[in-house]
C-alpha cells in the first residue's frame, strides 16, 4: 500500500507544479480585454468629442439660416406670454396677419404651466415689407366659471425698416374678475 501511495505522490507533485506554470491562454485572453476595452474608451472619448462639435456646427447652421432667411430690416416676430391662471386657461391660439391665417397653436399642460411660470413662446416668425399691417390674434380657452371662452385681439401697425416685434399677452384682470387679451409692440 506504501508503493501506491508513493506513486500517487510522484505523478500528483509534478501536475500540480505544471497546473502553476500552464496559462492555458488565460493571460493572452485578459491582455487582450483590456486592449479591447481600451479602445473602446478611446473611441467612445473620440464619439463624445464628435458629438459637441455636430452640436456646436447645428447651433452656427441654425442662426446662419435665420439671418438669411430672416433678414433685419424685414423681420417680424410674434412671441406669447401670459399672466393668467384664475380668469383664463389657453386652449389655443390663430393668428392672422392681413385677414390670412398664419400660424395656430394648440397649448398642451406642460406649455401652459410654462407660459404660466414667466416663459415666453415664439409663436410665429416671418418676412414682413414695410407698411401698414393689421394683425389679429384670436384665443380659445377656459374663462370664468368654467365655460367655454373665445375673443380675439387686434392690432394695426406702421412696419418700418427695422425688425419688428409683437407679444400677444393674456393676463388677468382682477377688478373686472375675467382675462385681458392685448397685443403689444416692443
Known amino acids: 500500500m506504501r508503493f501506491w501511495v508513493l506513486l500517487l505522490l510522484a505523478i500528483s507533485l509534478p501536475v500540480r507544479a505544471a497546473d502553476a506554470t500552464i496559462d492555458f491562454g488565460q493571460q493572452k485572453s485578459e491582455e487582450k480585454a483590456k486592449k479591447a476595452m481600451s479602445e473602446v474608451q478611446r473611441l467612445s472619448g473620440d464619439i463624445q468629442a464628435l458629438k459637441t462639435r455636430v452640436i456646436g456646427l447645428n447651433k452656427d447652421l441654425r442662426v446662419m439660416e435665420e439671418a438669411l432667411l430672416f433678414p433685419t430690416n424685414t423681420q417680424f416676430s410674434v412671441f406669447v406670454s401670459t399672466e393668467t391662471g384664475q380668469f383664463f386657461t389657453l386652449e389655443s391660439i390663430k393668428l392672422k396677419i392681413d385677414d390670412k391665417m398664419v400660424s ?49 385681439a387686434e392690432l394695426t401697425l406702421e412696419k418700418g425698416q427695422a425688425s419688428q416685434y409683437l407679444e400677444i399677452a393674456v393676463r388677468d384682470d382682477s377688478a373686472r374678475q375675467e382675462p385681458v387679451f392685448e397685443i403689444k409692440q416692443w
Open 104 to 152: 395656430s397653436h394648440l397649448y398642451s399642460a406642460r406649455q401652459r404651466d410654462a407660459l404660466a411660470r414667466g416663459g415666453v413662446q415664439k409663436l410665429f416668425m416671418t418676412n414682413l415689407s414695410e407698411g401698414k399691417h393689421e394683425v389679429t390674434a384670436f384665443f380659445t380657452g377656459i374663462g370664468p366659471n368654467g365655460r367655454p371662452y373665445k375673443r380675439a
